[in-house]
């Protein structure tokens, strides 16, 4: 069984920041990528920004040079530094990661979803 576990949210002013953290535990044979979406109100579910398992990040457009993603392989972890918060970055933000698994002496890959971060920017 495996669990992600999303933390770090909140309310915060427009231009604040606020840093997610996310912690996959279980048994865990390895982790591929790991990623952040959010989910406004009203709106589809989008990519905010994702990390290979060697490092290397992606962005969506409205996230870059605001947040920063990283991932801690030791932890099992994943964060989301976020600056410069405004009000169209409320939502509700969740992890997801590829992971590996080893059930019935057989390798699994699969994808697995936090239960979500509520993030709200208002003044």
């Known amino acids: 069984q495996v669990q992600l576990v999303e933390s770090g949210g909140g309310l915060v002013q427009p231009g604040g920041s606020l840093r997610l953290s996310c912690a996959a535990s279980g048994s865990i044979f390895s982790i591929y990528a790991m990623n952040w979406y959010r989910q406004a109100p009203g709106k589809q579910r989008e990519l905010v920004a994702s990390i290979t398992g060697s490092g290397s990040p992606n962005y969506a457009d409205s996230a870059k040079s605001r947040f920063t993603i990283s991932r801690d392989n030791a932890k099992n972890a994943v964060y989301l530094q976020m600056n410069s918060l405004t009000p169209e970055d409320t939502a509700v933000y969740s992890c997801?990661?590829?992971?590996?698994?080893?059930?019935?002496?057989?390798?699994?890959?699969?994808?697995?979803w936090g239960q979500g971060t509520q993030v709200t920017v208002s003044s």
């Open positions: 997801n990661a590829r992971i590996t698994t080893i059930q019935n002496q057989r390798a699994m890959v699969e994808d697995y």
